[in-house]
């Protein structure tokens, strides 16, 4: 069965950066887009932005350009959202989800990442 | 590109519940509808303004046309208590996806 399978919960300072993991299994990785939505709390979602595992290549939402770096790693099925410069206003649960093609709903979603932004 | 929904919508068991999205010319667009209950990841209710995913009920089903799209639950349960959250590809401007404010759907 598909699966997205977060890292764990995240307490970092104001300023410091954050590394959260995606590990995809049950389908073929390559095949299909990761994307990165967060949600403040009590608040809705917010799309960040999206790699395609096949050729590397990344897209950011305004919002996050500069700020937020996706990589992966083919060889672990899994995918990675680095944000730096974090504020408090980034403490939100970080949610990955997979797509068939870029314009194309997300039909798995990950867990979530509840990262906490607090000095 | 800016998706609207009204931030409750309420229903007794049994009777039917419209939550709708309103954008400029929504009906030219794909809209994917997500339900999410609290504590849990949004899940895909609805996709491409009508279809289901397997394994979702054929009480969840949607519409789309002009400047709303809506998403109709029939014989609403206790279990259907969530957030719905509308979302289309802005494939004209920037090439990103945008969600809706979300829907508190209560079932009384």
């Known amino acids: 069965q598909v699966q997205l399978v977060q890292s764990g919960a995240e307490v970092k300072k104001p300023g410091a950066s954050v590394k959260v993991s995606c590990k995809a299994s049950?389908?073929?990785?390559?095949?299909?887009?990761i994307h990165w939505v967060r949600q403040a709390p009590g608040q809705g979602l917010e799309w960040m932005g999206c790699?395609?595992?096949?050729?590397?290549?990344?897209k950011n939402a305004q919002n996050f350009q500069g700020r937020v770096t996706m990589t992966g790693d083919t060889s672990i099925s899994t995918v990675y959202m680095e944000m730096s410069s974090l504020r408090s206003d980034d403490t939100a649960v970080y949610f990955c989800?997979?797509?068939?093609?870029?314009?194309?709903?997300?039909?798995?979603w990950g867990q979530g990442t509840l990262v906490i932004v607090s000095s | 590109y800016v998706l609207t929904q009204p931030p409750s919508v309420s229903v007794a068991p049994g009777q039917t519940a419209n939550i709708s999205c309103g954008g400029d010319?929504?009906?030219?667009?794909?809209v994917h509808w997500n339900q999410q209950k609290p504590g849990q990841a949004p899940v895909l209710v609805v996709y491409?303004?009508?279809d289901r995913p397997s394994g979702i009920p054929e009480r969840f089903s949607g519409s789309n046309s002009g400047n709303t799209a809506t998403l109709t639950i029939s014989r609403v349960e206790a279990g259907d208590e969530a957030a719905y959250y509308c979302?289309?590809?802005?494939?004209?401007?920037?090439?990103?996806?945008?969600f809706g404010g979300g829907t508190k759907l209560t079932v009384l």
């Open positions: 979302q289309v590809w802005e494939s004209t401007s920037d090439h990103l996806w945008v």
């Open positions: 049950g389908y073929t990785f390559i095949d299909y887009y």
């Open positions: 491409n303004d009508r």
């Open positions: 010319n929504i009906g030219r667009k794909s």
């Open positions: 989800a997979r797509s068939v093609g870029y314009g194309q709903a997300f039909d798995y």
């Open positions: 790699m395609k595992p096949k050729s590397g290549g990344t």
